[in-house]
C-alpha cells in the first residue's frame, strides 16, 4: 500500500467512528451499563451467512480497535482472500466491555460489505477460470471507500482498474462526442507528449476501432469494448490481437460472463462488483462474566 492509501484509511476509520460515537468518542449507554473499564471480556465474530464468504478487513479491523484502546487483543486463524464456512469464528477480540460495545456496529459494517465484495468478486472469477479472462474493478465505488472496496476486489481474486482519474488517460465516449468523433481525439492524443500512465480508449462500433488502430496504436495500452454484441465484440479482439490489449465493459453480469471470456477479450470491468455487493451476514457474539 501506499502512503496516500494509509492515510484515506486513517481518514475514513475516524470518520466511520466519528459517525457513531461522536466526538469525543462516546457511547451513552455503554458508558452508563459498564462503568468499568479496566475488566477485559471476550467477543467472536461468525459467519451466519449461508454460504461460504471470502474475508477481507481483517487488518482494518486491527487498525480499528487500536484507534479505540491500546489495550486489546485480535486473535484469528485467518487472512484477507481465505473462506469463511457458515457457523465458523471469523475472529475473537479480548478488550474491555465499553470498547466491545463501541466498535461492534462499525466493525461489522466494514466486515460485512467488504467480504461481500471479496465474495461476489470470487464468484465473477470462478465462473471464468477456465479462461484468460481477468476481472476488473471501476470507479463505481462509494465515495471515501475506493481503496479498501478495491482491496475487497483483489482479495477475491479480481484485478485492480485504475484507481482515480490521475493514474491513466481514458477517453470515453462523453471525450469523443464533445470533440466531434474519434478522429479528432486520436489526433489530439498523437500530438500529445509521451505518456507516462496508461492509455485506455473506449469504442463503441468497429469503426471507432478503425480509426483508433490506423492514426494511434503506439499509443494506446488497451481499447475498451463498450456494450457491444458478442460478434462484433469477438471482431473486435481479432483486430486488436498482437496491437493492443482489450477490455469489456457494460452489462456485464454472472450469466453472460462466461460468454464474453470466450470472445478471447483479455479483461472485464465490472461495476458490480462493488455496487451490487450487498453485506455478508456477520455477527458479534459476546461472552461475558459478569
Known amino acids: 500500500m501506499t502512503n496516500n492509501t494509509h492515510a484515506i484509511e486513517d481518514i475514513v476509520l475516524n470518520l466511520a467512528l466519528i459517525e457513531d460515537l461522536g466526538f469525543p468518542f462516546s457511547d451513552v449507554t455503554?458508558?452508563?451499563?459498564?462503568?468499568?473499564?479496566?475488566?477485559?471480556?471476550?467477543?467472536?465474530i461468525i459467519s451466519k451467512h449461508r454460504e461460504p464468504i471470502v474475508i477481507c478487513?481483517?487488518?482494518?479491523?486491527?487498525?480499528?480497535?487500536?484507534?479505540?484502546?491500546?489495550?486489546?487483543?485480535?486473535?484469528?486463524?485467518?487472512?484477507?482472500?481465505?473462506?469463511?464456512?457458515?457457523?465458523?469464528s471469523l475472529l475473537t477480540i479480548e478488550a474491555s466491555a465499553q470498547v466491545l460495545f463501541r466498535a461492534e456496529r462499525v466493525v461489522l459494517n466494514f466486515l460485512r460489505h467488504l467480504c461481500a465484495i471479496a465474495t461476489l468478486t470470487s464468484a465473477y472469477v470462478a465462473r471464468v477460470k477456465t479462461t484468460p479472462l481477468k476481472i476488473l474493478d471501476t470507479r463505481k465505488t462509494t465515495p471515501g471507500l475506493r481503496t479498501l472496496e478495491k482491496h475487497a476486489v483483489y482479495c477475491g481474486g479480481g484485478v485492480n482498474h485504475r484507481m482515480g482519474l490521475y493514474d491513466a488517460i481514458m477517453i470515453k465516449d462523453t471525450h469523443i462526442d464533445a470533440l466531434n468523433g474519434m478522429a479528432n481525439a486520436m489526433d489530439r492524443l498523437v500530438q500529445s507528449s509521451p505518456m507516462s500512465v496508461p492509455v485506455i480508449v473506449e469504442v463503441r462500433t468497429v469503426a471507432e476501432l478503425e480509426v483508433v488502430l490506423k492514426n494511434a496504436a503506439a499509443k494506446v495500452t488497451r481499447v475498451l469494448l463498450d456494450n457491444m454484441p458478442l460478434a462484433m465484440m469477438q471482431t473486435c479482439v481479432q483486430m486488436c490481437e498482437g496491437l493492443v490489449e482489450t477490455e469489456a465493459s457494460g452489462n456485464i453480469h454472472l450469466d453472460n460472463v462466461l460468454a464474453i471470456a470466450q470472445t478471447g477479450v483479455q479483461y472485464a470491468s465490472v461495476g458490480a462488483l462493488t455496487y451490487q455487493a450487498g453485506q455478508v451476514d456477520l455477527s458479534m457474539y459476546s461472552n461475558f462474566a459478569f
Open 57 to 88: 478487513g481483517l487488518s482494518f479491523i486491527q487498525k480499528l480497535f487500536a484507534k479505540l484502546t491500546p489495550t486489546f487483543t485480535l486473535r484469528t486463524d485467518y487472512q484477507d482472500g481465505d473462506y469463511l464456512a457458515p457457523r465458523q
Open 30 to 44: 455503554t458508558d452508563w451499563l459498564f462503568p468499568d473499564s479496566t475488566q477485559m471480556q471476550v467477543a467472536q
